[in-house]
C-alpha cells in the first residue's frame, strides 16, 4: 500500500516487492495462528565440557510446527516477528516454557545445569522485560541460577544506560547473562568489561572458519583471542558450531571449557534431550 506517499509521487512496486509483502504477511498470520493454538515448540542443544563430554546445560530453540510433520525454523520467521512486534508475547512464550521444563526436569531429579533462552533485543528493551521474567520464575518456581539468557552485541549496545541498570538486576536476580554470536558484532570492549556478563558465546562462523587453511585472517586468531578475553575477564567461553574433530582440537588445545555443535548433538526434543542426561547420569 502507497498510503504515505504524496500526491505527486509514483509508488513503483516490483513484482518481487510484492511477493516479499505477501510472504511477509502470511508468515506474520502464521505466527499469529501459532500463537492461538500452541504451534510454537522447543528443542534443546547441549551445551558440553569440551574435556570431560558433560553435558553442563542446553541452549532452548524456538520452532514452529506448521503441520503435523513439517516444522519452520527461525531464521523464517524470527525477523519479521521481530519487526511486527509478534516477538514480545513469542519470546514470553519461549521463556516461559523453557523455565516450566527446567523445572520439571529438576523435579525429576535430572541435573539440567543451566538452560539459556535467547532474548531478542526488541524483548530485553521492552518495558516490563524484567517485571515479566520475575512473574515466569516465580509461576514456574524455577531457580534463577539455572537460567541463562543470551543476548546479541547489538542489543547490548542499544541504549547502554538502562542495559547497565537492567544487567545488573538481573545479576542480583541471580540469572545468567551471555552474549551470544560474539566477534559478529560491534561491542565496545569498555562496556563489555562494565557490564556483568557471564558467558561468551564464540560466533560459529569463526568456528567454521577453523577448518580453512587460509593463512592470515582466519579463525584461529579470532577464537584465540575471545578464548583469552573471556579467561581473564573471567567469563565462561562457549564455542558454538562445533562440527568437527578438528575444530574440537583446536578449541582443547586451547583451552576453550565449553562448547555446542553437530559434532555433539543437534538441537533435539525435550524428550531426547532428557534422555541424554538421563544416559550421562547412568555412568
Ligand atoms: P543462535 O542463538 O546463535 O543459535 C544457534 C543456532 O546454530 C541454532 O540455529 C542451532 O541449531 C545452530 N547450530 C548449532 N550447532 C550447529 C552446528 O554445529 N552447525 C551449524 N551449521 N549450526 C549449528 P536455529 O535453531 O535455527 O536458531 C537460529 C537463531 O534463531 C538463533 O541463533 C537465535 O538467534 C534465534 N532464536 C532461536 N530460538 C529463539 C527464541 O526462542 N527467541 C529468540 N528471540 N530468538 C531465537
Ligand atoms: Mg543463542
Ligand atoms: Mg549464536
Ligand atoms: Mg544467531
Not at 3 to 17: A, D, Y
Not at 193 to 216: A, E, Y
Not at 272 to 282: C, D, M, S, V
Request: with cysteine; hydrophobic share 40%; charged share 20%.
Amino acid at each position: 500500500q502507497a498510503k504515505n506517499s504524496g500526491r505527486n509521487t509514483f509508488q513503483v512496486f516490483l513484482p518481487e516487492m510484492n511477493i516479499r509483502a505477501v510472504e511477509r504477511q502470511s508468515i506474520e498470520q502464521a505466527l499469529h495462528r501459532a500463537l492461538e493454538q500452541h504451534k510454537f515448540l522447543l528443542h534443546y542443544q547441549p551445551k558440553v565440557n569440551l574435556d570431560t563430554g558433560a553435558i553442563t546445560g542446553a541452549e532452548a530453540l524456538i520452532r514452529m510446527q506448521e503441520t503435523d510433520d513439517q516444522l519452520v525454523y527461525p531464521m523464517n520467521f524470527i525477523t519479521i516477528a521481530e519487526e511486527s512486534g509478534l516477538i514480545l508475547p513469542i519470546g514470553r512464550w519461549a521463556l516461559r516454557e523453557a523455565c516450566r521444563q527446567a523445572k520439571a526436569w529438576l523435579e525429576a531429579g535430572l541435573d539440567i545445569g543451566q538452560i539459556a533462552v535467547n532474548v531478542s533485543s526488541r524483548e530485553f528493551h521492552s518495558k516490563d522485560f524484567l517485571e515479566g521474567l520475575i512473574a515466569i520464575l516465580n509461576e514456574t518456581g524455577l531457580d534463577p541460577g539455572h537460567l541463562e539468557l543470551e543476548m546479541t552485541e547489538s542489543g547490548l549496545m542499544q541504549d547502554t544506560e538502562p542495559t547497565t541498570v537492567l544487567l545488573h538486576a538481573l545479576k542480583k536476580l541471580g540469572v545468567h547473562i551471555a552474549i551470544d554470536d560474539f566477534g559478529t558484532g560491534y561491542s565496545s570492549l569498555s562496556y563489555l568489561m562494565r557490564f556483568p556478563i557471564d558467558t561468551l558465546k564464540i560466533d560459529r562462523s569463526f568456528v567454521r572458519d577453523l577448518d580453512d587453511d587460509d593463512t592470515g585472517f582466519s579463525g584461529e586468531a579470532i577464537v584465540s583471542a575471545v578464548i583469552a578475553m573471556g579467561s581473564s575477564l573471567k567469563q565462561r567461553v562457549v564455542a558454538e558450531g562445533i562440527e568437527t574433530q578438528h575444530q574440537l582440537a583446536f578449541l582443547q588445545s586451547h583451552h576453550c571449557v565449553e562448547g555446542q555443535g553437530f559434532y555433539f548433538s543437534r538441537p533435539v526434543p525435550a524428550d531426547e534431550f532428557a534422555a541424554l542426561l538421563a544416559a550421562r547420569g547412568a555412568h
